[in-house]
């Protein structure tokens, strides 16, 4: 990196290239152009250089015209500087060579003639010639300005197509990337996890079979159907990492609401109490499936964790807001062994709150148990 490259870059103010000051700085300087060469002019010389400047507003939107009318006030009073603009404006904006090429030559021709004409029209002299490379020049420069200009303008234009179907082209190429992950996801979730429950299912079955206790019995049957309820969810879940198995209308189960929870707390096993009030109003989908998922959660844990505590679930409406709460008391006794876990739930569960607009706490309490509370609005979903 050379020490110009480590100079900050300095650009010019925003106002100095403002398309207002673009379109007014030339008539301006064509105006005061024609008022250095008016000097001892009649009036009409000087309102056909007034002509002239004035008609550069117009130049963006009628090009040729405007060149038109700077020729008369070039050709009787020597102005330059309105139909220099004037050749640039017809080579940016109408790039076209049977357009540029006559505007040009006529631009030079008035040039090279102006009024008076002289005597002896065309003089082979020195002075004619070099005249005749000036009336060239000063036509030729601004044309291929223009051209210029506009070739620019077209490749900033192109480029910045380019540069979005590389984005596109890269976001493109991430979707499928994310598509591919998901697919290896969810087989490694169908040949692990299920292989798993599969195993729990079966030797829950041998269990409910083959016992005599009728205690036994009743659990057993009740690990089986949470097996198998839990391998219904997860071949949903598959399905949905691999976006349905390529079928975009499939179906998928019905997902837990509300009227499910007092079935999720009886089947949990725990010795909890429930208030389930979530009053009259149809609440979203999407709330419904949160807050049945932070029960879910909170009675796992507590399940994990506490298994012997008493257990609180209150589901209630305010207002808008629906709002759910479990809570456990202080164990009796804590379970020698408990299974794992990476905190990964309480997490999910408070992204899930946030994405609906609403707020998920979770703690120890003062009698040493611990309580989830949510609030979800209504007003999403």
């Known amino acids: 990196m050379t020490a110009a490259d480590q100079l900050p870059s300095r ?16 008539v301006l300087y064509s105006l005061l152009d024609a008022a250095l060469v008016a000097r001892e002019a009649a009036w009409w010389q000087v309102a056909l250089s007034t002509l002239a400047a004035v008609a550069l507003f117009l130049r963006r939107r009628f090009p040729v015209t405007v060149l038109l009318l700077t020729m008369p006030g070039s050709w009787v009073d020597e102005i330059w500087l309105a139909p220099i603009t004037a050749v640039y404006s017809v080579a940016a904006e109408r790039p076209r060579p049977r357009i540029v090429i006559p505007c040009g030559i006529l631009f030079a021709l008035v040039e090279f003639f102006h009024w008076p004409l002289p005597a002896n029209l065309i003089d082979l002299s020195r002075a004619t ?70 195993l729990i299912s079966i030797q829950a079955g041998a269990l409910q079979v083959s016992s005599p206790d009728p205690a036994a019995v009743t659990t057993a049957r009740t690990i089986r159907e ?9 071949r949903q879940m598959v399905g949905v990492l691999r976006g349905t198995g ?22 949990s096993g725990l010795a909890a109490d429930s208030e389930l009030v979530p009053g009259d109003r149809p609440w979203p989908e999407a709330v419904e499936r949160a807050a049945y998922r932070t029960v879910q959660e909170a009675l796992t844990n507590i399940t994990k964790y506490a298994p012997e505590a008493a257990v609180h679930v209150r589901v209630w409406a305010k207002g808008r807001r629906l709002r759910v709460e479990v809570r456990n008391e202080a164990p009796p006794v804590h379970p020698a062994e408990t299974l794992p876990g990476g905190g990964h739930g309480l997490v ?34």
């Open 246 to 267: 390529g079928l975009p209308d499939a179906p998928l189960a019905p997902q837990p609401r509300l009227a499910d929870l007092p079935r999720l707390i009886e089947e």
């Open 11 to 26: 650009r010019l103010p925003a106002w100095c290239t403002a398309p207002w000051l673009m379109l007014l700085l030339p």
């Open 348 to 381: 999910g569960l408070r992204e899930r709150a946030q994405l609906l607009g609403g707020t998920l706490t979770a703690g120890p309490t003062a009698d040493g148990g611990f309580e989830v509370r949510a609030e979800l609005p209504a007003g999403h979903g």
């Open 129 to 198: 010639a070099l005249d005749a490379i000036q009336a060239v020049m000063l036509a030729a420069g601004p044309a291929a300005t223009g051209l210029l200009a506009r070739t620019r303008r077209e490749l900033a234009a192109r480029l910045d197509e380019l540069t979005r179907g590389q984005e596109r082209e890269s976001r493109l190429l991430a979707e499928r990337v994310l598509i591919s992950e998901r697919g290896r996801l969810a087989r490694e979730m169908h040949d692990v996890v299920s292989h798993q429950v599969s």
């Open 226 to 234: 949470l097996s198998v309820r839990t391998l219904d969810e997860l």
